[in-house]
């Protein structure tokens, strides 16, 4: 990649907001009153993260947690670990698992599972991003926004080897070699 490299806007900023204000209307008519912990998936969930909390007005927990994933390439190993863990309980609670991007589902279904066997009241995933062509396990995505064609994306957190988190729009990045 580098200069070969070409961005062509996918969601616009303006979609994405209207995306991130559906999917937080839909979260408070079920987790008003429940105190829930959403967790942040990282790095990629950050912003999503921020901009949906900031929406949901009334009190609930904020957690991240961070994966091993693509070890800056882009395609998943498949091996997961959890590289940084939970500083709250999770038994008992109602858990919101917060992610950028559900490509091939290894990494949204380890944490799934992992977190499942902590027993917590209720689990549920909001997957800012949807890519349906290229999973491998079956996820339920309970709060879906975007769906995604089969393209690397990046922009509003999402990354290429630590690159382009910080625009504004999805991009879809081409390889134009
Ligand atoms: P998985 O394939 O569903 O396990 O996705 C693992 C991780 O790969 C996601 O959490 C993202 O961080 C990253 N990823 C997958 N697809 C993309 C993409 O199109 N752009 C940027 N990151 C991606």
Redesign the pocket.
């Known amino acids: 990649m580098g200069s070969q490299s070409k961005l062509s806007i996918l969601f616009t900023s303006e979609e994405i907001e209207a995306t991130v204000s559906k999917l937080a209307a839909e979260i408070r008519q079920d987790y008003l009153g429940k105190h829930p912990i959403l967790i942040g ?1 990282l ?3 950050f912003m999503f993260m921020a901009d949906l909390i900031r929406l949901l007005d009334f009190p609930l927990e904020v957690e991240f947690i961070r ?1 091993s ?2 070890g800056g390439g ?1 395609k ?1 190993s ?1 091996k ?1 670990k959890v590289v940084q863990g939970l500083q709250s309980e999770v038994r008992g609670r109602h858990i919101l698992v917060i ?12 944490l799934l599972d992992y977190l499942g066997k902590k027993k917590p009241a209720s689990l549920r995933l909001c997957a800012l ?1 949807d ?1 349906p062509s ?3 396990t079956p ?1 339920t995505i309970d709060y879906r926004g975007l769906t ?1 064609p089969d ?4 922009g509003y957190g ?3 080897d630590e690159k382009f988190r910080y625009l504004p729009d999805i991009c879809v ?1 081409e390889n134009e070699g």
């Open positions: 998936v790095k990629g969930s994966l994933s693509y882009r998943s498949g997961i992610e950028d991007i559900v490509d091939t589902g290894l990494t949204t279904g380890f991003t890519k290229r999973r491998k996820v995604v393209k690397f994306i990046v999402l990354d290429w990045l």
